[in-house]
């Protein structure tokens, strides 16, 4: 079973970038569609973002335009670029493949806030 690590979250202003991170362990990595999700309180876990092995991409409504996610199939890594954040864009962030597979990995607080 492949595990993730999320990294890359903290406070931003409105309007402002964050670059996150997954680092994914196991060896089928390349082989799986993988996507960025997200958690709000009180709200169902809902993708943002999603990339196949060979690097199609599809992102919600939401942050289409704004966000901007690629895997590296070598280090095993899949990154979210995240610009022109929203206040809305605030929850907790989490890589899995798509849909999900595995255990999700304990994910990185995003906060848009001024």
């Known amino acids: 079973q492949v595990q993730f690590v999320e990294s890359g979250g903290g406070l931003v202003q409105p309007g402002g970038s964050l670059r996150l991170s997954c680092a994914a362990s196991?060896?089928?990595?390349?082989?799986?569609?993988m996507g960025w999700y997200r958690q709000t309180p009180g709200k169902q876990r809902e993708s943002v973002a999603t990339?196949?092995?060979?690097?199609?991409?599809n992102y919600a409504d939401s942050v289409r335009g704004r966000f901007t996610i690629s895997r590296d199939n070598v280090k095993n890594t899949v990154d979210l670029q995240m610009n022109s954040l929203k206040p809305e864009d605030t929850a907790v962030y989490y890589c899995?493949?798509?849909?999900?597979?595995?255990?999700w990995g304990q994910g990185t607080q995003v906060t848009v806030s001024s």
């Open positions: 990339i196949t092995p060979s690097g199609t991409t």
């Open positions: 196991g060896s089928r990595f390349s082989l799986y569609r």
């Open positions: 899995n493949s798509f849909p999900p597979r595995s255990s």
